[in-house]
């Protein structure tokens, strides 16, 4: 039998996120060097500022039916206006800016889980990740005291900033079958789709510009 890359494929993780404005997003990278030049925490500043809303693995062969079906579902929904306000924390090893506004966000989750979930569905027992609680990570892969030290810096300061989302993105990086039976990361994420989102409608008249 012929291995995916003897067909001409390959296997990569995919992420599909909201990015802040340029404004916000330069804000929590200061948040992010900080934090990683201060406690040492190297997952601090990898990933540009962004919030996940979903997370899977699939072949190449399925990419432009997976960007496909996303910018159709992008181009029913309507710019998001995102409110962001203090910042949370994930038992000990995870930081992050708190979103104030999930709901319209939540609302795309679940119609990306009711349409897709099965879509992106690599095997039975690797199932796509849809997100559950927004969130920005400052910083991740913590140590207990590493995230307590980071959140007693942050628990108590004030933060609060808006931006419209007008458009998800869609990420990829090559991951590889290791002998333990778990997909493990051979490179960094790179962006292969901008999916705007357009406000029409199902016969592809022009909705409200924002929501």
């Known amino acids: ?7 001409g494929y390959f296997y990569y993780e995919y992420l599909l996120i909201l990015s802040p404005s340029s404004e916000i997003g330069k804000t929590i990278t200061r948040f992010k060097k900080y934090v990683e030049e201060e406690y040492g925490c190297k997952l601090a500043a990898q990933l540009i500022p962004h919030m996940t809303l979903a997370n899977f693995i699939q072949t190449s062969e399925n990419e432009e039916a997976i960007i496909r079906g996303f910018r159709n579902q992008a ?3 309507s710019p998001i206006h995102v409110g ?3 910042f949370g924390k994930f038992n000990s090893h995870t930081v992050y800016v708190n979103v104030a506004t999930p ?12 349409k897709f979930a099965d879509k992106l569905k690599l095997v039975d027992s690797l199932k796509p990740y849809f997100i559950n609680k927004l969130h920005i990570t400052i910083a991740r892969g913590m140590s207990p005291q590493q995230c307590e030290e980071v959140w007693a810096a942050y628990e108590k300061e ?5 931006f ?3 458009e998800m993105l869609l990420l990829r990086r090559p991951v590889v079958l290791s002998n333990t039976g778990y997909f493990e990361s051979a490179g960094r994420y790179q962006k292969v789709a901008e999916l705007p989102f357009e406000g029409k409608n199902s016969l592809g008249t022009q909705l409200p510009l924002f929501c």
Do not use: H
């Open 103 to 114: 709901k319209p966000i939540m609302d795309l989750v679940s119609n990306l889980k009711v």
């Open 84 to 86: 962001l306000k203090g």
């Open 158 to 162: 004030a933060f609060n900033a808006t």
């Open 164 to 166: 419209y989302a007008t």
């Open 75 to 77: 181009s029913v929904v």
């Open 1 to 7: 039998m012929r291995t995916e890359a003897e067909r």
